[in-house]
C-alpha cells in the first residue's frame, strides 16, 4: 500500500538501466524505503517493501552513473538538479550568523515586496524536511497590503464571532469538560488575544498581520502533519532573513482561516487541506543591533538512560 497522498494514489516506479549500472550498491544503500535491495552483488528492485517506493529519489541522486528513473507520485529525473558548489554552501559560521541576526519583526516599511522575492522564498521553503516524501504541502502567497489587510479583517470578525461565543460564564461551564490547562488557555490568553486584535481593528491598527505587505499561507493535507507546514515556514523565515526580508509566524490567524471554509476556498486552499501557518513578511523598519542568547532546556540524557 503506497503512502497516502492528496494528489497520489500509487506508488513511485523505480527502473534501473542494466546497461549502465555498475553494481556498486549505492542505491540500496541509501533506500530508506526497502524498494532497492542488493543480493549477491546484484541491486534488485524488490515488490514486496512495506509502502512502495516513496519518491524520495534519493536513488536518483546518489547513481554515479545515472542509471537510475523514479517516475510517479509527482517526481521524474527532470527534478535532479546539479548540487550547488561547495563554495557555495554555507559554513556553519555563516549559517549561525544568519540564524542569529534573525528576529521576528512586526514593523515594516512601506516598501512591497517584490513578487519575485516572495517566490524565491517559497522555493527556498522546498527544500525544507517535511514527513515522507513528495510534500503534501502548499503554499498561498497574499501580496499586497490591501489584500493582508482583507485577511486580517476575516481574522478579526472570527474573533469577533469566538468572543460572543466562548464568553467567561460558559467558560466557567466548560472548565469540568476541558480541564483546567485549556481553560485557562482560553480565559487568559485566547480572550485577552481576540479583545485586543477586535479593539485594534476597531481603533485602524492591525494587530494580527501589523502591515505586513505579505503574507504566506502554509496548509496541509490530510495525508501530512501539520509539523511540516511548521518546518516550511520555518524554511521560510530563514530564506526571507537571507534575503533582506523581516518575518515572523502567526499563530493567532490559522484557527480562524481553517473554521471558515468558504474563506479557504477563496484564498485557493484545497478543500480538505488546513491552514496551518501564516508568515508575514515585509522590509523590516525596526533594526536589531543586537541579537540575543537563548536557551534549550537541556538535560543529559545519558544519566537518565542509566538510571
Ligand atoms: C507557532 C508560533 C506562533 C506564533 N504566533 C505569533 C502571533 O500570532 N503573533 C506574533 O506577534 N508572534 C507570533 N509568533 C512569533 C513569536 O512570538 C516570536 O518568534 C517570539 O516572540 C520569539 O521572538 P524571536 O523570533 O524574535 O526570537 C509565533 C511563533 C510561533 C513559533
Redesign the pocket.
Given at each position: 500500500m503506497p503512502v497516502m497522498h492528496s494528489l497520489y494514489r500509487e506508488s513511485g516506479k523505480v527502473r534501473i538501466d542494466a546497461g549502465i549500472c555498475k553494481e556498486c550498491g549505492s542505491c540500496a544503500r541509501i533506500c530508506p524505503a526497502e524498494v532497492l535491495k542488493a543480493h549477491n552483488g546484484k541491486v534488485q528492485v524488490c515488490s514486496d517493501s512495506p509502502f512502495g517506493c516513496i519518491a524520495c529519489g534519493h536513488c536518483m541522486m546518489v547513481c554515479p552513473e545515472g542509471a537510475i528513473t523514479v517516475t510517479g507520485r509527482g517526481i521524474s529525473p527532470e527534478d535532479l538538479l546539479p548540487l550547488p558548489a561547495a563554495e557555495k554552501k554555507a559554513g556553519p559560521e555563516q549559517l549561525a550568523a544568519l540564524m542569529q541576526s534573525?528576529?521576528?519583526v512586526?514593523r515594516f516599511s512601506d516598501k512591497e515586496v517584490a513578487s519575485e522575492l516572495l517566490e524565491c522564498i517559497v522555493e527556498m521553503a522546498t527544500t525544507a524536511p517535511m514527513g515522507i516524501p513528495p510534500w503534501d504541502i502548499g503554499c498561498v502567497m497574499i501580496r499586497g497590503r490591501e489584500e493582508v489587510q482583507r485577511l486580517a479583517a476575516e481574522v478579526v470578525k472570527g474573533y469577533e464571532g469566538f468572543l460572543k461565543m466562548f464568553r467567561p460564564w460558559l467558560l466557567s461551564l466548560m472548565r469540568p469538560f476541558v480541564g483546567k490547562a485549556r481553560y485557562v488557555m482560553f480565559l487568559h490568553f485566547l480572550r485577552p488575544l481576540a479583545e485586543t486584535y477586535v479593539r485594534g481593528h476597531r481603533e485602524g491598527r492591525d494587530h494580527?498581520f501589523?502591515e505586513a505587505p505579505a503574507l504566506l499561507i502554509f496548509h496541509h493535507s490530510p495525508y501530512a502533519d501539520i509539523s511540516d507546514a511548521?518546518i516550511a515556514c520555518t524554511y521560510a523565515m530563514l530564506a526571507a532573513e537571507s534575503l533582506g526580508l523581516g518575518s515572523?509566524?502567526?499563530?493567532?490567524?490559522p484557527p480562524i482561516i481553517q473554521r471558515n471554509r468558504a474563506l479557504c476556498q477563496r484564498l485557493g486552499v484545497p478543500a480538505d487541506s488546513t491552514p496551518s501557518?501564516c508568515l508575514i513578511l515585509g522590509h523590516p523598519a525596526t533594526h536589531f543591533r543586537r541579537t540575543?542568547r537563548?536557551r534549550f532546556t537541556c538535560a543529559d540524557a545519558v544519566d537518565r538512560l542509566d538510571a
Open positions: 534573525r528576529r521576528s512586526r494580527v501589523y511548521m515572523t509566524i502567526i499563530g493567532g490567524a501557518a540575543i537563548r
